[in-house]
């Protein structure tokens, strides 16, 4: 993945202490300066010494940067938040809560809900597929690489959606039925004339067609993988570089926070070509405009 470099000096110098990120965070959510409620006009505002807040020069009302964002009404240090979202922003294939926790040096509770929060930061809503998109399923975490059918137990099944050269869906689903599947693919894939979609022969896609895409099918189970401009190797490459992380990296993936492991892959995939470091993306979602309280 080519991805705008952040270093950990570029952090190391941008963020030195608390202040600085609470600082940044306040210029993230009032850009244009702060308008005090009480004084009804923008003026300058003040850090207050040892607190969080910034106070109006003129009747001292004051606003919280950190209210309304996942840092609010936390004992953990701002910079170790900002330093959880580089360290998980600057992985290729992510970063465990566990590894969180010695780089941060706090318990495992804690780093396990800072790795939560930020993981919510990745989850995203896409607009739908469209183009040439590739589907395919397969059987992720528990302990051995299974088969549709058979070795799958302890497995969850992951099913992925992806435009080639674009964006790409993960979600964990209970079964591969048609009737778990197609539903899936009418609410992420776009039915235009320019969609075409690509899976292979599973019988639970034989009516893509039929609900209104152009389909093509390779013939996985006659050893073609290859036929004109149909295969599904992105997604498959999608699956093995997913599939090393959580080799790799988080050795105990909980059925239950698989969707979550799968949207911090996604968003890395879907945010590959970004001009802006994923570090800086990933911060500015902290907050949004809507939920800049002002508290007195
Ligand atoms: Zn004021």
């Known amino acids: 993945?080519?991805?705008?470099?952040?270093?950990?000096?570029?952090?190391?110098?941008?963020?030195?202490?608390?202040?600085?990120?609470?600082?940044?965070?306040?210029?993230?959510?009032?850009?244009?300066?702060?308008?005090?409620?009480?004084?009804?006009?923008?003026?300058?505002?003040?850090?207050?010494?040892?607190?969080?807040?910034?106070?109006?020069?003129?009747?001292?009302?004051?606003?919280?940067?950190?209210?309304?964002?996942?840092?609010?009404?936390?004992?953990?240090?701002?910079?170790?938040?900002?330093?959880?979202?580089?360290?998980?922003?600057?992985?290729?294939?992510?970063?465990?809560?566990?590894?969180?926790?010695?780089?941060?040096?706090?318990?495992?509770?804690?780093?396990?809900?800072?790795?939560?929060?930020?993981?919510?930061?990745?989850?995203?809503?896409?607009?739908?597929?469209?183009?040439?998109?590739?589907?395919?399923?397969?059987?992720?975490?528990?302990?051995?690489?299974?088969?549709?059918?058979?070795?799958?137990?302890?497995?969850?099944?992951?099913m992925g959606m992806v435009e080639r050269d674009g964006n790409a869906i993960a979600k964990i689903v209970p079964d591969i039925k048609a009737k778990t599947l197609i539903p899936l693919i009418e609410k992420q894939v776009a039915k235009e004339n320019k969609t075409i979609v690509f899976t292979d022969e599973l019988p639970s896609y034989n009516n893509v067609e039929r609900i209104g895409y152009a389909h093509e099918i390779v013939q996985h189970a006659a050893k073609q993988y290859v036929r004109g401009i149909a295969h599904v190797n992105t997604v498959e490459a999608l699956w093995s570089t997913i599939k090393r992380g959580i080799d790799g990296v988080n050795h105990h993936v909980s059925p239950l926070y698989l969707q979550s492991y799968l949207d911090s892959y996604i968003y890395r995939y879907n945010h590959r070509n970004d001009e802006q470091p994923l570090f800086q993306s990933l911060l500015g979602r902290v907050s949004t405009p809507r939920q800049a309280e002002q508290l007195s």
Not at 32 to 53: E, M, N, P, S, W
Not at 89 to 112: C, D, P
Request: proline letters at 3%; glycine letters at 8%; hydrophobic letters at 35%.
């Open 1 to 158: 993945m080519k991805m705008a470099k952040f270093t950990t000096k570029d952090f190391d110098e941008m963020f030195p202490d608390d202040d600085a990120c609470l600082e940044w965070l306040k210029n993230l959510r009032w850009p244009d300066g702060i308008h005090c409620a009480k004084c009804q006009k923008i003026t300058k505002f003040y850090k207050r010494a040892g607190l969080k807040v910034y106070a109006c020069e003129f009747c001292g009302h004051s606003v919280s940067p950190t209210a309304g964002t996942i840092f609010h009404k936390s004992d953990t240090p701002l910079r170790s938040w900002f330093h959880a979202i580089f360290l998980m922003a600057s992985t290729k294939t992510g970063i465990s809560a566990k590894q969180l926790q010695r780089e941060l040096g706090v318990t495992y509770k804690t780093a396990w809900r800072i790795f939560k929060q930020v993981r919510k930061l990745m989850d995203e809503n896409i607009n739908p597929l469209t183009g040439q998109v590739e589907i395919d399923e397969t059987y992720i975490g528990g302990k051995r690489t299974g088969k549709r059918g058979r070795g799958a137990s302890g497995k969850s099944i992951a």
